[in-house]
């Protein structure tokens, strides 16, 4: 919810006084050895009122770009000079990210954590910690980015899924310059945005990273760039003093996985690169046979860009290789 000039924000453990800022933990589970599982959050009350702006990272655990963008936020957010609240949850998935794996090895029958919101008190372990984070967030947000990437299995460039509601793609667009990649969400249920944008409020998810992206210079390039876009939409919401960016040249359109039509190395064509607009059928990749022949093509399903590319060449016939935007026009 807004705060007031003089209310505390609490979330979970923390509880911050205007002016400050508290880490904390939204109480989880009790494993079998007796380890707490909680959820990390770092809650920052502005000195004056304003919405509250809630992120959240690492609900897949092999994604650390979000939290390493949260860790460098938090050093850029100060509260005597915000308005409104922001609450960062670096990693919402903290078993998942311990193992590096997408989700809790200890839970493969609620694996996949951002299919699960707003979660079950009764049902397994994840769908229990989902629902203690959902009880965290859902009275205290009023607009909430996910974080993620390519993960272990690839690289994605700057997308957004947002519900197409205005609220939905003011806050894509306060992501800021680059980001102008917004797709409609396919994933209609299941994942915090989804939960937020049922009880009337706003979520979107935004991607960027993953394995290919994990060199010292372009894990930190992946960092600055999510972290300069939270303190961009602290700018638009006026809770900080500073100049938004917008993206340019943001378009509608549907994301689309694209599989491999054969099994073998995978090769993009010269010249083509993430988020540069293609014609329906301009070819994107070819795969060749481990003799060096050609064995298959890949081609744009539509006028669009691809903005994800799996991190390992090999194929086999079947397996997603890309994930394309088929472009339906400008954003206005
Ligand atoms: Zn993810």
């Known amino acids: 919810m807004s705060t007031n000039a003089n209310?505390?924000?609490?979330?979970?453990?923390?509880?911050?006084?205007?002016?400050?800022?508290?880490?904390?933990?939204?109480?989880?589970l009790d494993m079998a050895g007796g380890v707490k599982v909680e959820?990390?959050?770092i809650v920052i009350n502005g000195a004056d009122a304003g919405p509250t702006f809630w992120v959240n990272a690492a609900i897949h655990g092999d994604e650390p770009e979000g939290p390493?963008?949260?860790?460098?936020?938090?050093?850029?957010?100060?509260?005597?000079?915000?308005?409104?609240?922001?609450?960062?949850?670096p990693c919402v998935n903290p078993m998942a990210f311990s193992a590096a794996?997408?989700?809790?090895?200890?839970?493969?029958?609620?694996?996949?954590?951002?299919?699960?919101?707003?979660?079950k008190p009764d049902g397994y372990f994840t769908d229990r910690l989902a629902h203690a984070h959902w009880q965290a967030m859902k009275d205290v947000a009023d607009m909430e980015i996910s974080i993620h990437s390519g993960g272990a299995h690839s690289f994605l460039d700057k997308a957004?899924?947002?519900?197409?509601?205005?609220?939905?793609v003011e806050l894509a667009k306060a992501m800021g310059e680059g980001w102008g990649c917004i797709m409609s969400n396919f994933t209609k249920t299941g994942s915090p945005m989804a939960a937020m944008n049922s009880v009337g409020k706003v979520g979107i998810t935004v991607e960027l990273g993953g394995r290919s992206y994990t060199s010292p210079e372009r894990f930190?390039?992946?960092?600055?760039?999510?972290?300069?876009?939270?303190?961009?939409?602290?700018?638009?919401?006026?809770?900080?003093?500073?100049?938004?960016?917008?993206?340019?040249?943001?378009?509608?359109?549907?994301?689309?996985?694209?599989?491999?039509?054969?099994?073998?190395?995978?090769?993009p064509e010269e010249g083509v690169d993430f988020l540069k607009m293609m014609k329906?059928?301009?070819?994107?990749?070819?795969?060749?046979?481990?003799?060096g022949d050609e064995v298959g093509v890949l081609r744009a399903p539509a006028d669009g860009m691809?903005?994800?590319?799996?991190?390992?060449?090999n194929v086999n016939q079947g397996d997603w290789c890309c994930f394309f935007n088929k472009v339906e026009g400008p954003r206005e």
């Open 68 to 89: 390493l963008a949260c860790a460098l936020a938090s050093k850029r957010i100060d509260p005597s000079k915000l308005r409104g609240a922001v609450v960062l949850v």
């Open 220 to 267: 930190r390039y992946v960092g600055e760039e999510l972290a300069k876009s939270i303190v961009n939409i602290c700018y638009h919401y006026d809770m900080l003093d500073g100049q938004a960016t917008y993206p340019s040249d943001a378009t509608i359109g549907q994301q689309e996985a694209l599989l491999a039509p054969s099994s073998g190395i995978f090769l």
């Open 306 to 313: 691809f903005f994800g590319l799996r991190a390992l060449p």
């Open 101 to 119: 794996e997408r989700g809790n090895p200890l839970d493969t029958f609620a694996y996949d954590m951002n299919r699960i919101y707003p979660g």
């Open 160 to 168: 957004i899924f947002v519900d197409e509601r205005p609220e939905s």
């Open 7 to 28: 209310d505390s924000v609490s979330v979970g453990t923390a509880t911050a006084k205007p002016g400050e800022m508290v880490r904390g933990a939204i109480p989880g």
């Open 39 to 41: 959820i990390p959050v």
């Open 280 to 291: 329906k059928g301009d070819t994107i990749a070819r795969i060749i046979n481990v003799f």
